[in-house]
Every structure is written in structure tokens, then in C-alpha cells.
């Protein structure tokens, strides 16, 4: 039975981020559609590409501001990972022994490592989306969705050169293989949430809409 | 011709579209034509991109009507080609009809 609500979550996201210029009509378009039958499944496929599609027009658009972001996000990056892993390293012995684990152990080393040096270097790399968006305060989604882009192309490239910089005699579990992949989307993560954080305080046209 | 004219493959389909369906153009008889035409899945926010970017061109002009139940409570927005529209609509046809008749089909080989 299908129901005569879109999904709620989905119709939230098109109304915080599709471009405004035609914002209203595109969501009573896809209620409309759902209403006559078409699935979620329909309903979540369309308000991604309609926002995929909007980012995509307004960095077409802003060629130069996407550069701009994308510099002005990575020099943030990189002023602020000093600060955040010298802050780590000096957390690490408090880590260790508040996690009383074996210093030998692979799984020691890396929750103590992502709960001191990694943890600060999330926090940072969420002040940095936070800025960015501010800073592209017509332009956020977009800007904030090049730069951490080009952060998990960087960090994806990163991991694929350190795997195979690797010796043969020392092949990795598939245990370190996942938590690898997982630090890799988290710091593009903690950018994008901290662009969003931004983001909920930036005035958005739809809010002038009365509830319906 | 000026340059801002010259049409895209998609932008001429969703100009197409438009002379169509007529008066009551908006996006989701647009995007049915488009995929009844083509057979292909048409994404709405892509056919309002591509109408936005027609819109600052000169080749669309758009007005919103009103808010309906059925949607929400949200209004549509109407869309209708312009007369440089249909100049650029006709540009284009001609371009593609003299392209084919130029083009040697008997030796193509598939």
C-alpha cells in the first residue's frame, strides 16, 4: 500500500537544498508525482539528482569562487592540522592509559591515535567547512561540497599510495582495510558537517513559505 | 545568431517539449514528453537546471500560478517559450536538417 505522504526526510532535504529560484515548484512536483503513485525509491532518486543537479549548475556558474573555496579550504586545513596533531600527540599518553590497552596492538594504537590526534584533526577539518560555508554564504552547498570533494579525492589517493608503497611479506587485514576506508570519508564528513552547522544559520528563502 | 542562442543537446529537448505541451507547461509534463520521446528516465531537477539556465538566456519566460492541494500547498511554475526561443528552436532545426542531408548514410556501416 503505498501512502500518500513522500517520505518526510526526503521532501526536508529538497526544501533545505535545492537551489531557491525553483525550489517550491520542484518539491510540489515531486509530491504531485508521489501522490499518483510513484514509489520512495522514485521520491529519494529525484531529490538527490535535483540537488546533485543544482550544485552541479551553480559550480558551472562559479568557477572561480569553487577554485577560491577549494584554496581557501585546504590552506585552513592545512594551518589548523599542525595545531590539532601536535595537540593530539601531547593527548596520546593520557589516551593510552585511560584506554589500559596493549601498546603492542594494532587496535591500541589506532583508537589511540583516533581518539587524540585524529579526533582533534576532525574538529579542525570541521572548522574549516564551517568557514568555507560562511564565508559562501549564497554559494555554501556547493562550495562546501567542492572542497570536502577534493578532500576525499585526496585522502583516497593518500590511501591507495600508502597500500601500495606497501612490502608484499606485510598484506593488510580486512579489518585494517575498513578502518582505513572509514578515516578516509571522515574527514570530508567532519568538513561537510561543519559547513551544515554554518549552514542552518544561513537564512534560507523556503523559511518565508508558511508551513503547509 | 547571437552565441547565447545556440542550443544544447537537452535545452533544445526541453524547448521541444514545451511547444508540445503548450499552456500548461511545467515540469512534470515537460519531463513526460521528454521521456515518451525518448524513452529514457528524465530527472526533474535536471529539466528545471536546464529551464533556469533557458530562463536567463532569454529563450523561456516563467510565471507561477497557484498553490494546490495535491502538491503540498505549493504553487507550479508555467513555463513558455519566447520569440527568441522559437528563433533559436528554428535555428537549430535547420542546422540538424541540413547537417543530415549532407550526411553520406549508404556507406555508413554499423
Known amino acids: 500500500m503505498s501512502s500518500v505522504h513522500p517520505p518526510r526526510i526526503g521532501t526536508w532535504l529538497a526544501e533545505r537544498f ?55 579550504g585546504w590552506t585552513l586545513y592545512y594551518a589548523l592540522s599542525f595545531p590539532a596533531t601536535s595537540a593530539g600527540q601531547a593527548l596520546e599518553p593520557a589516551t593510552r592509559s585511560a584506554l589500559a590497552c596493549d601498546p603492542a596492538s594494532f587496535s591500541c594504537q589506532f583508537w589511540v591515535n583516533q581518539l587524540s590526534a585524529e579526533l582533534l584533526i576532525y574538529v579542525a577539518a570541521a572548522i574549516t567547512g564551517w568557514i568555507v560555508a560562511r564565508l559562501h554564504r549564497a554559494h555554501w552547498l556547493s562550495m562546501l561540497s567542492v572542497y570536502a570533494a ?25 579489518v585494517v582495510l575498513m578502518l582505513a576506508n572509514l578515516t578516509v570519508v571522515l574527514r570530508p564528513v567532519s568538513i561537510f558537517a561543519g559547513g551544515m552547522w554554518a549552514g542552518r544559520a544561513i537564512p534560507n528563502p523556503q523559511s518565508e513559505i508558511p508551513n503547509r | 545568431m547571437p552565441r547565447s542562442e545556440f542550443l544544447g543537446g537537452f535545452e533544445l529537448l526541453v524547448l521541444l517539449a514545451l511547444l508540445r505541451v503548450g499552456d500548461e507547461a511545467y515540469g512534470v509534463p515537460i519531463a513526460e ?36 492541494a495535491v502538491r503540498g500547498g505549493r504553487a507550479k511554475t508555467y513555463f513558455r517559450i519566447t520569440a527568441a526561443g522559437l528563433r533559436a528552436v528554428r535555428h537549430a532545426q535547420r542546422t540538424l536538417t541540413n547537417l543530415w542531408s549532407s550526411v553520406p548514410l549508404k556507406g555508413a556501416t554499423s
Open chain 1, 18 to 72: 535545492l537551489p531557491a529560484a525553483h525550489r517550491e515548484s520542484i518539491v510540489g512536483d515531486l509530491v504531485e508525482q508521489f501522490r499518483r503513485g510513484r514509489s520512495g525509491w522514485w521520491y529519494w532518486r529525484q531529490v538527490c539528482a535535483a540537488i546533485l543537479a543544482g550544485i552541479a549548475q551553480d559550480l558551472a556558474a562559479h568557477k572561480l569562487r569553487a577554485v577560491g573555496a577549494v584554496a581557501l
Open chain 1, 150 to 174: 577534493s578532500v576525499l579525492v585526496f585522502e583516497c589517493a593518500a590511501v591507495i599510495w600508502f597500500m601500495a608503497g606497501r612490502p608484499v611479506l606485510m598484506p593488510l587485514s580486512p
Open chain 2, 33 to 68: 514528453a521528454i521521456e515518451e520521446s525518448s524513452g529514457r528516465d528524465v530527472a526533474l531537477g535536471s529539466v528545471y537546471v536546464t529551464l533556469g539556465r533557458l530562463e536567463d538566456k532569454g529563450l523561456v519566460a516563467s510565471q507561477v500560478g497557484e498553490p494546490t
